[in-house]
């Protein structure tokens, strides 16, 4: 069965400080693995994904991660981070079920930034 | 063009009602999922219908909770007999086949 280990249930960075949140994820094959940001008081959004080729993903706000297979993890990197940063970060690995993605989420990653 | 929406957006209960709770995809998406996000906890997969398949259910926690999705678009979950552990936002979800899934923004359960 799939699982997703967020091993970092807060993390506080400076305003301006690089920035990387980890994931580890168990799956029998190749994954596709997402991660989603939650803004207080919004909704989910999805920062990037990776399906297949280029190990390293290009997201929306500056983020970036790397599917590195040998280590089973997907880690989400920012170089400088911003006060709107502050949220809670959420790692998913899904496979296709019938066409469909059925995702399972890790338990996320509170993120702090202090001015 | 619009997102996926839930309603209501928040909804509080005594013990022991039923409750309903609403999603509209976005249109032509088809799959949606429905999760459940406790307190300082992750999403939890609850169930996921697409097209005309079976629904995968495997995620619900009991038999007080059910979910339909009539006409291939607009979703209902029930949650009978509500229970405080029930109190949760519930999000919604949608996706075409094989692409990122959307959610909508929560609807917030209280169960007093």
């Known amino acids: 069965a799939q699982s997703v280990t967020q091993p970092d249930i807060h993390i506080t960075v400076s305003e301006g400080a690089s920035l990387e949140l980890r994931c580890n994820y168990s799956?029998?094959?190749?994954?596709?693995l997402f991660w989603y940001v939650q803004s207080p008081g919004q909704g989910l959004q999805l920062l990037l994904k990776?399906?297949?080729?280029?190990?390293l993903v290009q997201g929306i706000k500056g983020f970036e991660a790397e599917f590195k297979r040998s280590q089973s993890s997907f880690n989400l990197r920012k170089p400088s981070v911003h006060w709107s940063d502050a949220a809670e970060y959420f790692c998913?690995?899904?496979?296709?079920?019938?066409?469909?993605?059925?995702?399972?989420f890790g338990q996320g990653t509170r993120l702090t930034i202090n001015p | 063009g619009a997102g996926v929406s839930q309603s209501p957006s928040n909804k509080v209960t005594e013990k022991g009602k039923d409750v309903e709770l609403r999603c509209d995809p976005i249109?032509?998406?088809?799959?949606l999922y429905w999760y459940r996000q406790s307190l300082g906890q992750g999403l939890e997969f609850l169930i996921y219908f697409q097209g005309n398949s079976a629904p995968d259910k495997s995620g619900l926690p009991s038999d007080r909770f059910s979910a339909e999705r009539t006409g291939g678009s607009v979703s209902t979950l029930t949650i009978q007999r509500t229970q405080q552990e029930d109190s949760a936002v519930y999000l919604c979800a949608s996706s075409s086949i094989g692409t990122r899934l959307d959610f909508g923004p929560g609807t917030r359960l209280t169960v007093t």
């Open positions: 998913a690995v899904g496979s296709l079920i019938q066409g469909a993605q059925k995702l399972v």
């Open positions: 249109s032509g998406h088809t799959a």
């Open positions: 990776y399906f297949s080729g280029d190990t």
């Open positions: 799956y029998g094959a190749t994954p596709y």
